[in-house]
Nanobody
Framework: QVLLMESGGGLVQAGGSLRLSCAAS???????MAWFRQPPGKEREFVAR????????YYAESVKGRFTISRDNAKNTVDLQMDSLKPEDTAVYYC??????????????????WGQGTQVTVSL
């Protein structure tokens, strides 16, 4: 059984930083892992993605230059460093795992497993 567990959410002032971590278990390897977020009253949206076997990263335009995704293959973890946070970054953040290649990496439908989510709130 694939399990993903996020940690590191919380409340921070605008301009501050938070680091989210996702621990994965139950599968030997992954094609890629990603972070999505769901703001209040909105659809789930892509944030960042990293290939498991290559140092290739992808970001949503809204977070490019502020967020950094990284992985530790030995520990089976994926982190999201979030700097220069804005109130519009407020959302529930989800970790997702992709077991095989898909046509698009930014669609939630391309991912096979999800964590339970962690709340990030950015205040003015």
């Amino acid at each position: 059984q694939v399990l993903l567990m996020e940690s590191g959410g919380g409340l921070v002032q605008a301009g501050g930083s938070l680091r989210l971590s996702c621990a994965a278990s139950g599968h030997a390897s992954w094609y890629s892992m990603a972070w999505f977020r769901q703001p209040p009253g909105k659809e789930r949206e892509f944030v960042a993605r990293i290939r498991w076997s290559a140092e290739m990263t992808y970001y949503a335009e809204s977070v490019k230059g502020r967020f950094t995704i990284s992985r530790d293959n030995a520990k089976n973890t994926v982190d999201l460093q979030m700097d220069s946070l804005k109130p519009e970054d407020t959302a529930v953040y989800y970790c997702a795992a992709q077991l095989t290649p898909a046509f698009t990496y930014s669609s939630p439908d391309s991912y096979d497993a999800w964590g339970q989510g962690t709340q990030v709130t950015v205040s003015l």
